[in-house]
């Protein structure tokens, strides 16, 4: 998670993503792998699959969103 989130803030967006999926495959109850995933979709155009990633946030956490 800690790799992908520091992906994302320096825009490896493809390599945050990456990171973040393997981090989905791990622990897919984490909402901070969620939210960080729907926020690589978004920074790469990917509505669809931003609101399905903040979705699964939102039903691992509902305070997460």
Known sequence: L??????LEIGRLR???????????????????WLA?????????DEKRAELSLKKASACDPAST
């Not at 800690?2 to 992906?7: D, E, H, I, Q």
Request: charged share 20%.
């Open 2 to 7: 800690a790799l992908g989130k520091s992906l």
């Open 37 to 45: 995933l729907g926020r690589v979709a978004l920074q790469l155009g």
């Open 15 to 33: 390599e945050a993503k990456a990171s973040l999926e393997t981090s989905a495959q791990l622990d897919d109850s984490n909402p901070q792998v």
